[in-house]
């Protein structure tokens, strides 16, 4: 049960991602006005904004204007759903699953920024950093309970791991190339994902990261989509290696041990 309440509240979040997304580069509150269509500006009806099945009924089309809506909405809404259904999946009844679906609704609202604006926002960074303290304070004082955080010790390590690799790349990028090989932003949230996962748990997720990007480069490159020495958001790489650090890094390092 606790899965398909995962689910459903992820279907939620993820609608509020795209609120996010669309709202924090343009520095507009994410509570006031209420959403709207951004086509004819009409105020949305609570049946508007049931996550993927108001996109269905709607035929992906704004109830009062008939302009389209992107089928991006309802991607990211089941995304995030399905992404906290894992989730609940892998930390079970375990009390963990709270700070972190925290980080995944973070990592998601990241990425689709990145994505966009080639731009990952400090507030996002800082809610992810702080629900990572919290935790790894809940596993300290609350130990009866199940948090299964990270030690503090492992969490600060892994914090450096992450960040340390991409920041010592981005600063020889500089003095060989003349120009960054990372972006501070991707520094920073190497940085924060690593409070989660500990320094072996985040060495991997750069592994992944570094592949995925590699692969997903090499594939543009070949499409002719993408120019060599020009820049791709590497947000959405760290993102995903951390939670498939996260989810299938300890079987990893078993098989590695």
């Given at each position: 049960?606790?899965?398909?309440?995962a689910l459903i509240l992820g279907l939620c979040f993820g609608s509020f991602a795209n609120v996010a997304a669309y709202r924090i580069p343009r520095n507009e509150s994410l509570l006031s006005p209420p959403s709207r269509c951004p086509n004819c500006g009409r105020r949305l009806a609570i049946?508007?904004?049931?996550?993927?099945?108001?996109w269905l009924l709607l035929r992906?089309?704004?109830?009062?204007?008939?302009?389209?809506?992107?089928p991006r909405y309802p991607i990211t809404e089941l995304m995030c759903g399905l992404l906290f259904f894992g989730m609940a999946t892998y930390t079970g009844a375990d009390l963990s699953v709270i700070p972190l679906c925290v980080l995944t609704f973070v990592l998601l609202c990241i990425s689709l920024i990145d994505i966009?604006?080639?731009e990952i926002p400090n507030p996002l960074l800082i809610v992810g950093a702080v629900t990572g303290l919290l935790w790894i304070a809940a596993e300290a004082i609350f130990a009866r309970y199940n948090f299964s955080a990270p030690h503090w010790k492992d969490a600060l390590l892994g914090a450096v791991a992450g960040a340390a690799?991409?920041?010592?790349?981005?600063?020889?990028a500089i003095i060989i190339l003349g120009k960054?090989?990372?972006?501070?932003?991707?520094?920073?949230?190497?940085?924060?994902?690593?409070?989660?996962?500990?320094?072996?748990?985040?060495l991997a997720s750069l592994l992944f990261a570094v592949i995925a990007g590699g692969a997903f480069g090499a594939v543009l490159m070949a499409a002719k989509k993408l120019e060599r020495g020009s820049y791709m958001p590497f947000g959405p790489f760290i993102a995903s290696g951390s939670l498939a650090s996260l989810?299938?890094?300890?079987a990893l390092l078993r098989m590695l041990s």
């Open positions: 049960m606790t899965k398909i309440y049946t508007d904004l049931i996550p993927v099945l108001s992906g089309k704004c109830r009062y204007c008939g302009s389209k809506i992107a966009k604006t080639q690799p991409l920041f010592l790349i981005d600063r020889i960054e090989g990372f972006g501070f932003g991707d520094v920073k949230l190497a940085l924060m994902t690593g409070l989660f996962l500990g320094w072996q748990l985040a989810w299938f890094g300890p």
